[in-house]
């Protein structure tokens, strides 16, 4: 199936870069928790399972959160910034779930929340982030919006963007009877 709209490519590039960060995330948490000496005698076959979990958990967190980004004006964006974080979230509840069934379900928020006041970078960058993500995904609620609203006939070529523009109807009445006043001559008479 083709990807005609814009709006498919853009939701279906974020749902792969979300699957990505998450990915460097999961990774550099688990190299961190190997070098505080948590998880000393970790294996390479853990860090590479602790990797597809994070990819997982942001994957399943991003298709549950991802229809409340995007929406217009600052309620939209406040409404992104809490679904997104949200989604951060779920998806370290999911990860740390996979990861370690019972204690993974806490640990895995704890985890995240740790790497992010160590590590000022992905703090700071967050914002920046979730704004440029809210961004693209307007696109992709446009049309959306657009797909399903009522349209008034018009030819096929006509974009949606609301209802097209009619002109106003030429006023034929008030021509006729100019042209019959202006006809008769100065007289006055009707």
């Known amino acids: 199936m083709a990807l005609a709209r814009t709006g498919d490519r853009i939701l279906l590039l974020l749902f ?4 990505c960060v998450a990915g460097a995330a999961g990774y550099g948490a688990a190299q961190r928790l190997r070098h505080d000496g948590v998880l000393a005698g970790m294996s390479d076959h853990m860090i590479a399972w602790i990797v597809v979990a994070a990819i997982l958990g942001m994957m399943v967190g991003f298709a549950i959160h ?55 970078v992905p703090l700071a960058v967050w914002p920046f982030e979730a704004l440029t993500i809210h961004w693209l995904m307007k696109i992709w609620q446009a049309e959306k919006a657009c797909a399903f609203r009522r349209r008034a006939p018009a030819p096929a070529a006509a974009p949606c963007e609301g209802w097209p523009r009619l002109r106003a109807p030429r006023p034929v009445l008030v021509e006729a009877v100019a042209r019959r006043l202006t006809s008769r001559g100065s007289s006055g008479s009707l």
Do not use: K, N
């Open 16 to 19: 792969l870069y979300h699957g």
């Open 66 to 120: 991802f229809r409340a980004i995007g929406h217009p004006g600052a309620c939209g964006i406040v409404r992104s910034l809490a679904a997104q974080i949200m989604l951060t979230l779920t998806a370290t509840l999911i990860a740390g779930t996979l990861i370690v069934p019972l204690h993974g379900t806490l640990y895995g928020p704890l985890v995240v929340v740790e790497l992010a006041v160590d590590g000022p």
